[in-house]
């Protein structure tokens, strides 16, 4: 069975929305309006392009969750070339993107920018593959049955990687889930039974499993970690530099693709290792002895990690991956006498003539150094009684810190050398826009509060301790231009110091640091 031609797909589209408008009325649901599809919620979104391709509306979800986490990223592309919450994808090797725009009569515009449309688009793909495959009507029903169309989603010309992407899906069809997009709307999947059909997927050796001959061994460098080579145009063999550095990425991508991104010989990049969100897994694709590209510059003395997920949000940094990447950089650093500091590792960012800015803001930089054994800041220190103006030609600690700090946040202030020069200036600018403060290159007051007070918005208040508490209390000490006890122990002179930035501001001032008061501090005020 073909798809029909998209005059009449589209045509039926409009049907369906009324059709389902009126269903969901007459049943005492909530009512659809039969607007446009990309005005609808996402949930609902899944739900029409489930009807429209008869896919499993729970199958889309799954496979939403685990390119995206339901997060578009504003239309701007992974790492291969892949759009929205489903990754429609445009590069040499693969293009789901423009398979959608002439399955759906969308534009391919649409399709980066429109969520609503980007579902539309990843259903019609995977129907196509399922008639492909023969799937009929009760078969299309059963989400058990798909396997083989998600395997072919992924994209992947390796079996053992098409396996772990759909076996990822699956698991999450399995578990369940429940995710809030950037807008703010709960999408959630039940848990429920399926034994999926893998078809001709069921002899390939499940990377998982532990390293088969089929599979692949397991990594002879870090025994903990899967192996799966990168194409050999991706990487050189060997290395003109003695490893000194470990370079901390994050993928811009899904664990699964991102494999799949180094077998692909159109990309020319790499990296040694790759992490899993969820679980921690590592999979190494290059070995320790071989030059990866990964860093540009600092390709022949460092090894990559990549890190699964987005730079902007931060639900993909979770406790497993940490502790995964902490002991793979402990173990690398002791093989290697790599100091466990923030000098020797670094951030994409703080690699010299890189534009990458990776691993970005909402990285745990001091409780990723605490799990690897060396210090939060390493040599820099971040705690001054009080913050000195900083502008083009400033020297010093201070000037170390706040490089440090912007390269944490993304923005490339190159190495932490404590000299403010050109390329400070640019990053200071770069922060200060982003901020939305006035982009001097001048790093005063305001600037500091923001670079400071930058991360997560945990609820605070007398009694807490730990990091977080610390960075508060440093970005009081730039905001209020007076000494507050950087220790880490939210005791009175601290509640005191939160009620008075909160009165100043015209904030509820009740020596509490929730969302507002973190908000006025990441801000600058």
Do not use: C
Request: hydrophobic letters at 35%; charged letters at 20%; zero cysteines.
């Amino acid at each position: 069975m073909h798809l029909q031609p998209r005059s009449w797909r589209r045509t039926t589209s409009l049907i369906l929305g009324t059709a389902l408008a009126v269903l969901f009325t007459g049943t005492g649901g909530p009512s659809v309006a039969a607007a446009p599809a990309v005005h609808d919620t996402v949930d609902r979104s899944f739900t029409r392009a489930g009807v429209e391709f008869d896919v499993p509306r729970d199958l889309l979800v799954a496979i939403g969750y685990g390119e995206s986490r339901l997060d578009s990223h504003g239309g701007q592309p992974s790492h291969a070339n892949g759009y929205g919450m489903m990754h429609l994808v445009s590069n040499p090797r693969s293009r789901t993107l423009e398979r959608a725009a002439e399955l759906t009569g969308e534009t391919p515009d649409a399709l980066r920018r429109s969520t609503a449309a980007n579902i539309r688009g990843a259903a019609a793909v995977l129907r196509s593959y399922a008639d492909r495959l023969g799937l009929g009507a009760d078969d299309r029903d059963d989400a058990s049955a798909w396997y083989p169309a998600v395997a072919e989603y992924s994209g992947s010309p390796d079996e053992r990687t098409a396996r772990l992407y759909a076996d990822s899906v699956y698991d999450f069809l399995t578990n369940g889930l429940r995710a809030t997009t950037a807008a703010g709307e709960t999408v959630t999947l039940r848990p429920r039974t399926v034994r999926p059909e893998r078809g001709r997927y069921a002899d390939v050796p499940a990377l998982d499993e532990g390293g088969s001959a089929a599979a692949g061994t397991l990594s002879t460098d870090y025994p903990p970690a899967l192996w799966v080579a990168a194409n050999s145009g991706n990487y050189a063999v060997g290395r003109t530099s003695a490893i000194s550095a470990v370079v901390i990425h994050v993928t811009q991508g899904s664990y699964a693709g991102s494999i799949s991104w180094f077998q692909n010989p159109s990309s020319n990049v790499s990296a040694h290792y790759v992490i899993r969100s969820s679980d921690g897994q590592v999979t190494q694709t290059v070995r320790d002895k071989d030059t990866a590209y990964h860093a540009r510059s600092g390709n022949p003395y460092s090894v990559g990690i990549e890190h699964e997920g987005y730079v902007d949000n931060p639900a993909w940094f979770t406790d497993a991956m940490y502790r995964s990447s902490a002991a793979l950089t402990r173990h690398l650093a002791d093989r290697y006498g790599i100091p466990k500091d923030r000098a020797h590792i670094v951030g994409h960012a703080e690699v010299p003539n890189n534009d990458h800015t990776d691993p970005g803001p909402n990285w745990n930089w001091s409780y990723y150094m605490q799990l690897v054994g060396g210090t939060g800041g390493g040599t820099v220190n971040l705690d001054f009684p009080s913050y000195d103006t900083l502008r083009s030609g400033s020297t010093g600690p201070q000037v170390t810190a706040a490089q440090t700090l912007l390269n944490a946040q993304g923005f490339a202030a190159g190495t932490a050398d404590g000299v403010f020069g050109t390329r400070t200036v640019t990053a200071v600018k770069a922060f200060q826009s982003a901020r939305g403060l006035p982009a001097d290159g001048i790093i005063g007051r305001q600037s500091w509060t923001a670079l400071l007070s930058a991360g997560t918005k945990p609820v605070l208040r007398e009694g807490s301790s730990g990091a977080d508490v610390k960075r508060l209390q440093r970005s009081l000490t730039a905001a209020l231009g007076r000494t507050v006890g950087i220790d880490g122990s939210f005791g009175s002179g601290t509640a005191q110091a939160v009620r008075d930035y909160q009165s100043s501001r015209a904030l509820t001032a009740d020596g509490i640091v929730g969302a507002a008061t973190w908000t006025a501090l990441q801000t600058g005020r």
